[in-house]
């Protein structure tokens, strides 16, 4: 069966950084375009960063120059990396799996960004 599992998250502190991983197993990782996913009390999910099976990232703009998604395929596994943390960045965070007809998400890993 396929299964994602997200660890990673945390509490920090404003200006601090997490990295968040993201384990697929049972999928042909390669294949798949991957993304984070974050979704903040009160508010709509929204992509944070995405990293396609052929190589192209994009990011949304409250977080570009700050996150960093990357991914091993190797180890089948998608990364974001949060820098420069702000409180507005905190939500929970939902790695994703698409491809033509198939869309898979992780369980979601909370990240509190306060003092």
């Known amino acids: 069966q396929v299964q994602l599992v997200e660890s990673g998250g945390g509490l920090v502190q404003p200006g601090g950084s997490l990295r968040l991983s993201c384990a697929a197993s049972?999928?042909?990782?390669?294949?798949?375009?991957t993304g984070w996913y974050r979704q903040a009390p009160g508010k709509q999910r929204e992509l944070v960063a995405r990293?396609?099976?052929?190589?192209?990232?994009n990011y949304a703009d409250s977080v570009k120059g700050r996150f960093t998604i990357s991914r091993d395929n190797a180890k089948n596994t998608v990364y974001l990396q949060m820098d420069s943390l702000k409180p507005e960045d905190t939500a929970v965070y939902y790695c994703?799996?698409?491809?033509?007809?198939?869309?898979?998400w992780g369980q979601g890993t909370q990240v509190t960004v306060s003092s």
């Open positions: 990293f396609t099976s052929g190589g192209i990232t």
């Open positions: 994703n799996l698409a491809s033509y007809g198939n869309v898979y």
């Open positions: 049972g999928i042909r990782f390669s294949i798949y375009t």
